[in-house]
């Protein structure tokens, strides 16, 4: 096979709630430009033939040299669904350039026709077959113009990710995936169309090796477990977790884990406590909402299981066993009525939530949802619209949704609510900060004491930055109330660490909420 020069693109995020944007430059050391990579653009280039060329480009972190993607003979683009206008933009580009293009992704992959003629060649769903089939396709020049597998991955073929390509030194967190797929049939999401409802996991050697590369970069503090739902398989986690386990125990717990689960996990006390050993510290959970007609309608059942218990008693019960909840949450459901707001806003105080993505409901193509609403003639066909969904909601007007979103928002992180939150989870719900490792530290000496002095290096550099970068002195004031009050109160190193990643946290939502007041731009910012 000839050698093929082969160019891949990740376009640029528009700022979120997730991309930390306003607050790289308070939290991280300098030259850090992004909060994450990509996983899409390293795994292809670890399917590539070694015979080939491949450059990976990220453009948050580096601009997209138009010249090299002239010369090369295949240029890529793969995308969230939220890059999508910046991802026409760059494909417009390489037409004029007269470049060779091929697109995958999550939103190529539920809206096929969408990027027109701009793309020579489309990816549907998972690549993993699909891309080396390609690549052999193009060099006997018989390629299809698209394709998609007739079969799910089989992850415990998938190769460890090419991050050696990226600018790893150029961002906070390292992401890593362990399984795809979810269980569950949650009416809104594309996640089982584009993975499915079995879980498939990686083998336990091939995700120990991947923590051990990642651990190599060296200066990783943070490593995101990127899987959809991470206990989709509970049987077969646990078996995962525990190998996890004795890999932080050999490596003196090297990481701090952020994953995503669903509401269920409350239900298996073995399971967090084993979570909480492999040193998860913050878990993601879809609440979407604390109505339960609301869950019962969008087919979210895993919520309602359990009735013993309410669903703040549910996430409080994740909490016990020191792992900090952050949850997602949705309005405009067609049960919702206009109480549901302030429900919202009372369910997130109650459950002692700090991180909460709140947004409207949004019909994603091929979704269950989207196809009941095309149905009902409940859709705003316009790409972006003012009100910030395409969903026509049944029980309110379009502006009250769009108000009473907004009106959220500012409860929840305007800072004096904000900072309520935090102390509740901290001081009166007195959060453990990981009992599994801070035993092994004890018997640890030195990397206790060097950890230690890192956490309290990295509380004195934030307490530094916000005090004097941050112009706002309302804002300043309330983040040095927080610090005096930690450590009037509770002076452990990795709880004076949290509260200062608490407050660089507020000063990006902050930040991004003034941003929607000003211009209104509302479409998948949170």
């Not at 996983?39 to 010249?67: G, M, Q, R, W, Y």
């Amino acid at each position: 096979m000839n050698m093929v020069d082969i160019v891949l693109i990740n376009p640029r995020f528009e700022m979120s709630y997730w991309g930390m944007e306003h607050a790289l430059h308070l939290c991280a050391k300098l030259g850090k430009r992004a909060n994450m990579p990509v996983s899409a653009l390293p795994l292809l280039a670890a399917l590539t033939p070694a015979e080939h060329k491949i450059t990976l480009i990220d453009e948050n972190v580096e601009d997209i040299d138009f010249a090299l993607c002239a010369k090369a003979d295949i240029v890529g683009v793969t995308g969230m669904t939220v890059q999508r206008f910046r991802t026409t933009e760059i494909l417009k580009e390489l037409k004029e350039r007269g470049c060779f293009t091929v697109v995958g992704g999550p939103w190529v992959s539920v809206q096929e026709d969408y990027f027109g003629a701009l793309a020579n060649v489309i990816f549907v769903g998972e690549a993993e077959e699909t891309w080396p089939q390609f690549l052999a396709d193009w060099a006997e020049r018989k390629h299809a113009s698209r394709y998609e597998q007739a079969e799910r991955t089989d992850m415990s073929k998938v190769p460890p990710p090419r991050y050696d390509l990226l600018k790893m030194n150029q961002y906070v967190i390292v992401p890593v995936q362990f399984s795809r797929g979810c269980p569950f049939t949650c009416e809104f999401c594309d996640i089982i169309v584009t993975f499915g409802r079995r879980p498939r996991l990686k083998t336990i050697p091939q995700i120990i090796a991947e923590l051990e590369a990642i651990r190599r970069l060296g200066g990783v503090g943070g490593v995101f477990i990127v899987d959809d739902n991470l206990i989709g398989n509970k049987k077969a986690i646990k078996h995962v977790l525990r190998e996890v386990i004795a890999w932080q125990k050999a490596h003196d717990y090297a990481v701090a884990f952020f994953a995503e689960a669903s509401l269920d996990l409350a239900d298996d006390e073995e399971l967090m406590g084993l979570m909480d050993e492999a040193n998860i510290r913050y878990v993601f959970v879809g609440v979407e909402t604390p109505n339960e007609e609301s869950l019962r309608e969008t087919s979210k059942l895993q919520n309602l299981r359990g009735k013993e218990r309410s669903l703040v008693e549910k996430v409080h019960a994740i909490q016990a066993h020191g792992l900090e909840v952050w949850s997602g949450m949705i309005v405009g459901f067609d049960h919702d009525g206009l109480d549901i707001f302030d429900r919202q806003i009372r369910f997130v105080e109650q459950a002692r939530v700090i991180h909460t993505s709140v947004g409207m409901l949004t019909a994603i193509p091929k979704t269950p949802l989207y196809e009941r609403l095309a149905g009902e003639n409940r859709l705003d066909p316009a790409d972006r619209t003012p009100y910030g969904t395409n969903v026509i909601p049944l029980g309110m007007g379009r502006d009250a949704l769009r108000e009473g979103y907004l009106r959220v928002l500012h409860a929840l992180y305007d800072p004096k609510a904000y900072f309520a939150r935090v102390d509740s989870l901290f001081l009166e719900g007195g959060l453990k900060t990981g009992a599994a490792r801070n035993a092994h530290l004890r018997s640890r000496p030195f990397s206790r004491f060097i950890q230690y002095a890192q956490a309290m290096l990295y509380v004195g550099f934030i307490y530094f930055k916000l005090q004097t970068a941050v112009e706002e002195a309302d804002l300043r004031h309330h983040y040095r109330r927080a610090f005096f009050n930690v450590v009037r109160r509770r002076r452990d190193p990795f709880v004076l660490q949290a509260y200062a990643l608490k407050a660089v946290l507020h000063y990006h939502y902050h930040k991004l909420i003034a941003t929607i007041d000003a211009d209104g731009h509302l479409l998948n910012i949170f």
